[in-house]
């Protein structure tokens, strides 16, 4: 295959177009390096896998507006790992980085081929020469590839309104590939060839002027040409090849071999060595983006302001993470797009695993994350987590405490459940309030029976209404239960009621963990509760279950004296203001201030009777 010109032999034959398209800025230097070893196949080589860009619609973070833009599905061991985001227009290039890797690793293939074959000890010479050379191409478009992805997966670059965007990596590939420019630095450029490095590559109007000068024959120009159709390579076997090395390529290079001019060169060298890192395949892996990643940034929302979104939206969007690597390739493809600095990885890793264990609190987690690693200005902490206010125990946080409970005990699945696992309570004292403790409780064992996380604190909120109902009627029976007083006297109202603010304070919950509930109030002075009391608190605690406005609104008007209907609308349009899913703190409130008047005016009724009586 003939080469094209090389350094300190520049052509400048021929008429320039007149009208060049510059890039926005000019390349200054080489950040590709130059490889001279011959690439070696092993089983990493084809471990991660690209199938063809995606054209797909995504939002602009700052315009909000849709646009199509281009992405890289990733493949490691056949199934999709992420994806790169391509800006649009490099859409070709990056297919024609791809194809000349598929082309030069055939060819490459065929020369190892060939030299098995031969018998004369100069034709496997000069074929060891063709197949070094030829390897050395692979290894170098493989790196020109790895440092593409990498700065591509390192940028919001495709995520934008097409506009001025670059890919550096990309840019520098085409013009040094266009010009056999792989095996010489950046110094070495003639200062007749450093208008090719002012030229923007991309651009199909500039393409006559960097194949201007080729001096290769019709049929090897096809060759390096990116053929339309997918199908004739992207698998990896370009049609006819193996016919043209016969009769076209193999004669040719064979023939450069004896007589070395101006155009031969040669790219490998020997005792060269390969980089330590020049193909996808090989550790670190880049950090590409998963599928949730992908699908955050789609819907217009910008990592550089909401990072701790990404990360709620990655642990709380399904399906869930089974493993803490699919969490730590998120978190560290965000930081490899927005941190500062070099992150600290193993300070990174280390917060990340306590928290996947459970041993760390998500707020605890974000203060360390923004404290030592997002130094970024104009970030905000809050996320899109939309909270149940019925529902105390099914937050985000408490679900990856008890998740993270679930996954130490995996850990040694053998052993018993421990219900008072220490991490786990230390944890859920840092997320939760005491009086709950009973709630919790029951939550553990749910769990620790096989139950799943999510479904557990769901059911938690219903549960707690029902305990807390069914407490509320247990204690209102054993007021007005008969009370014998231990010395035979009367019965001691001031005793019953300091008895009664005891079970109040505890709630009928373990460890003397409590809930203050108004419903469990007694009466008036520490008398005992009249009957609209006790009606309005069982009325209370059914709405508690069923939840339904206009059902208990009904109830009370029908149960309660027409004296109270003023009070009743008041409440319930308070418990309105409160908004259609009110929380428990607030009804607890205004059933409080609710009860009061009923007291107040149950008072002002039995004061007139006795005054009739009385008169």
Known sequence: MASGNTAGNATTSGMRPASIIPLMNSICSFSIPTVKAECIMDNTVQAVTFSPPEDIDIIDRKSGKTFRTCRVPVMENRKLRGYIPLPMRYREAWLELSYYIVMHTNVWRLWVEEEEKMKRKSQKEKAAILRQNTGALVAQHMLARLLTVLELVGSLCGTSMPGPERVHT?????????????????????????????????????????????????????????????????????????????????????????????????????????????HEGQQPSPYFWSVKHWNWVAKGNDLLVKPIDFLFYVLNEGPQYTVIEEFIQDLSALLNIVATAEPDWDDIHNIANQLWLGEMTWREFVDALMRTHLRLRNVVSATSEQKDPKNVFDTFEARLVLEGYVRRHNLNPQTPWNLKDNVLLSTLSRVTEKKYTMAWSWIISEIASGKNVAEVLKAAGPWWRRAKSARNKEK???????????????????????????????????????????????????????????????????????????????????????????????????????????????????????????????ARKEAGRTGNVLL
């Open 476 to 602: 209102q029976q054993e007021r007005q239960a008969p009370v014998n007083n231990p010395a035979g006297g009367a019965h001691d109202p001031g005793s019953s009621n300091q008895q009664a603010e005891r079970d109040g304070q505890t709630d009928g919950t373990s460890e003397g963990a409590g809930m203050h509930n108004p419903a469990m109030r007694v009466g008036a002075a520490g008398a005992e509760p009249t009957p609209e009391e006790e009606l309005a608190s069982d009325q209370f605690s059914d709405y508690l279950e069923h939840l339904s406005l206009d059902r208990y609104a009904a109830e009370m008007t029908e149960h309660l004296s027409a004296e109270h209907a003023v009070s009743i609308k008041d409440y319930i349009e308070a418990i309105k203001a409160l908004g259609p899913s009110p929380p428990e703190d607030g009804l607890d409130k205004l059933f409080e201030k609710f009860l009061h008047r009923i007291v107040a005016i149950e």
């Open 170 to 278: 990309l840019d520098e590939w085409k013009i040094r590939m266009s010009r056999d420019w792989f095996n010489i630095t950046y110094e070495e450029v003639s200062r007749a060839d450093i208008a090719f490095l002012n030229a923007d590559p991309i651009r199909p109007e500039n393409r006559d002027f960097f194949e201007m000068d080729w001096n290769i024959d019709e049929e090897g120009k096809g060759l390096l040409s990116l053929p339309e159709d997918l199908a004739e390579w992207f698998d990896g076997n370009i049609a006819g090849l193996n016919e043209m090395f016969r009769t076209t390529l193999k004669p040719q290079a064979l023939a450069a071999l004896k007589a070395e001019d101006c155009y031969y060169q040669t790219q490998y060298k020997k005792n060269a060595k390969l980089p330590a890192r020049w």
